[in-house]
């Protein structure tokens, strides 16, 4: 049967009906995505009253400001968390997009002994967890005093194998020898070469993973929950948390807007970079 | 590799220099914390802000008396349960949807715009979602309950979290809703990977749709789904920030996993460090399982085929040598 008998053959209105199907599938999906926030950010902006009423509504209403009050005074504080998390993810992102090139660096252009048997180290600890060291960690930050420090969160980051797994595939195909070499030829010293020369190369891929590494830190729960208990240093995630105490009970409107304030800048950061940030998802999983 | 060549022997130390901060990092805030916490495994560290400990007369007392604790194994068995009702439909929808947004003969229009609202819930904090979707099912008044009035699909408001596998299941959607859209562009991905002359070929021979996908694109995307698989898998036995906020392990210990019951041995109650310890080992050697499996899906194929090649060619050799010198 050849590819245009089949064409032929097959009927129009079956194939009306597929696509009509296609699209009423992603239609909904799309609803299904947006709609959960959308409720969220419209009760935003809705008092208690209106809320129990009839809690989906579609458009706002004129509460924000009344809502806004209801924090006041009280332990969730989105404009600390904010700084909070805004100081950590951008540190994180810095010291992991800065430490782990290099680190891809010196696998694609030096050739030393262990090379190869370091490269199947960071394959080895690829997946490695941090949460089942976790016990050992809090106890160590406890030790040193570190508890209620942002360095903790910030520092484990300078070993990041994955980012070194994705900045050496991308090394190996964006970055010639020649380059380096002529730098040599130009007395360049292979720390300049790499800050002056190499970094601006890899500028794509650092662009890719530091959306990730910073969207990663931001949301991250786990350790500042371990780690920080000093209220005045809570992150976006941990002032969220708070949301669930009883002070907030019937105060529906001011959770629905506590929530909305942590993934606003999220959906900021988000519609602006999301193309790159769909193309980073495609090319992370070409780990071939 | 034409790299070998260049002149290298003065600019090796270089390689060894670049990786230090890496080496360092890595020492001290993972391997070292992972070699303690397998220490206090075998302690009686316990109690807040205590530090000093010295080891079990039993030695592994922690560790069997972990295992033999119901709610540990409750927690394993949930997180297995959550992560499954997850990653089916996850992986199903993900493939249908790649199917249709790969298929030339009839192309869907906006793709670019579904794959960003697919997406966008993967990068939104899960510590919010769990709350909201908490609030969405709030009892007696909630979103979820107006709609099923609005539906007529109820009367009377339902406390939906009340019961096990309905708080089960709401969390194992959360995970799919977040995850789905993340499969589907990884699988696009692969598919447009897969050499086109396959796809010439099949079209020239007058394939149908369906069969390109099951006979094509589907065995091509086998490695890419292994993969998704098992990362969704370590990543699953970590899921710690939902089971947590939307009901904190409950109704009854049905949504408790094995980093929220880690948490709560640990940083809640009796503070008991040490059992936590245990069962991070015992969660530790759990992932380095599915690890391995990975790593050995990913590892260097075309590097392990010539090594066999060589192999070959060298006992080849020797076999040769051998009955010329017979």
């Given at each position: 049967m050849s590819q245009a008998k089949a064409l032929k053959y097959e009927p129009i209105a079956g194939r009306t009906i597929t696509l009509v199907i296609k699209y009423t599938v992603c239609i909904i999906l799309a609803i299904l995505s947006i709609m959960p926030f959308w409720i969220m950010i419209m009760n935003a902006t809705r008092n208690t009253y209106?809320?129990?009423?009839?809690?989906?509504?579609?458009?706002?209403?004129?509460?924000?400001?009344?809502n806004f009050k209801v924090f006041e005074g009280k332990s969730f504080n989105p404009l600390v968390g904010f700084k909070n998390s805004l100081i950590i993810a951008a540190l994180t992102t810095i010291v992991n997009i800065y430490f782990n090139s290099l680190t891809a660096y010196a696998l694609v252009v030096y050739t030393w002994r262990l090379r190869q048997a370091f490269f199947t180290f960071i394959m080895a600890i690829l997946m490695l967890p941090a949460q089942v060291s976790s016990i050992g960690f809090y106890q160590f930050m406890y030790r040193i005093g570190w508890t209620n420090s942002f360095l903790p969160l910030i520092l484990p980051a300078i070993a990041g194998p994955g980012v070194v797994f994705f900045m050496r595939q991308y090394l190996l195909g964006a970055l010639s020898i020649d380059i380096v070499n002529s730098a040599r030829i130009d007395g360049a010293g292979e720390f300049y070469t790499f800050n002056r020369i190499v970094l601006p190369i890899m500028k794509p891929a650092m662009a890719t993973q530091a959306i990730f590494t910073f969207v990663g830190s931001w949301n991250n729960l786990f350790m500042p929950l371990i780690l920080l208990t000093d209220k005045t240093k809570y992150t976006m995630p941990i002032m969220v948390s708070l949301l669930r105490g009883d002070i907030y009970r019937t105060e529906f409107g001011a959770v629905y807007l506590g929530l909305t304030l942590t993934v606003l800048p999220l959906f900021i950061v988000y519609f602006t970079l999301s193309k790159y940030i769909i193309a980073g998802v495609a090319l992370g999983s070409m780990k071939e | 590799m034409g790299r070998k060549k260049i002149k290298s022997v003065s600019y090796a130390k270089y390689g060894y220099i670049f990786v230090i901060p890496f080496v360092l990092a890595f020492l001290t805030f993972t391997a070292y914390p992972i070699f303690f916490t397998a220490i206090i495994g075998f302690t009686d560290l316990k109690g807040l802000g205590k530090t000093d400990f010295k080891f079990l007369p039993n030695i592994f007392q922690n560790f069997e008396q972990i295992i033999k604790t119901p709610s540990f194994q409750k927690s394993l068995v949930n997180t297995v349960i959550i992560w499954t009702i997850n990653f089916i439909p996850q992986i199903l929808l993900a493939l249908l949807l790649t199917a249709w947004?790969?298929?030339?003969?009839?192309?869907?229009?906006?793709?670019?715009?579904?794959?960003?609202?697919?997406?966008?819930?993967?990068?939104?904090?899960?510590?919010?979602?769990?709350?909201?979707?908490?609030?969405?099912?709030?009892y007696p008044m909630g979103p979820i309950n107006d709609l099923f009035k609005l539906l007529g699909l109820s009367t009377e408001p339902i406390n939906f979290l009340l019961d096990k596998w309905t708080a089960r299941g709401v969390i194992s959607f959360i995970q799919f809703w977040m995850w789905y859209g993340q499969t589907m562009i990884v699988l696009i991905a692969g598919v447009l990977g897969i050499n086109p002359s396959l796809f010439e070929a099949a079209e020239i021979d007058g394939a149908t749709s369906r069969q390109v996908f099951f006979y094509i694109t589907l065995p091509s995307l086998r490695t890419i789904m292994l993969f998704t698989l098992v990362t969704s898998l370590i990543g699953g036995?970590?899921?710690?920030?939902?089971?947590?906020?939307?009901?904190?392990?409950?109704?009854?210990?049905?949504?408790?996993?094995?980093?929220?019951?880690?948490?709560?041995?640990?940083?809640?109650?009796?503070?008991?460090?040490?059992?936590?310890?245990?069962?991070?080992?015992?969660?530790?050697?759990?992932?380095?399982?599915?690890?391995?499996?990975?790593?050995?899906?990913?590892?260097?194929?075309?590097?392990?085929?010539?090594?066999?090649?060589?192999?070959?060619?060298?006992?080849?050799?020797?076999?040769?040598?051998?009955?010329?010198a017979a």
């Open positions: 209106e809320i129990q009423q009839n809690s989906i509504a579609l458009l706002p209403s004129k509460y924000l400001m009344y | 947004f790969t298929n030339q003969r009839q192309k869907i229009k906006g793709q670019g715009a579904f794959k960003v609202l697919f997406y966008m819930p993967n990068i939104i904090t899960a510590a919010t979602v769990a709350i909201l979707f908490n609030v969405l099912f709030g036995m970590q899921m710690f920030d939902i089971p947590r906020l939307f009901l904190n392990g409950g109704p009854d210990n049905s949504t408790l996993t094995v980093s929220l019951f880690i948490y709560n041995q640990a940083f809640s109650g009796s503070y008991l460090y040490n059992r936590a310890a245990a069962a991070s080992m015992i969660l530790f050697i759990i992932i380095a399982v599915l690890s391995g499996i990975l790593f050995y899906i990913l590892r260097d194929k075309d590097a392990a085929k010539m090594k066999k090649e060589m192999r070959k060619l060298r006992k080849a050799q020797k076999a040769a040598a051998r009955e010329v």
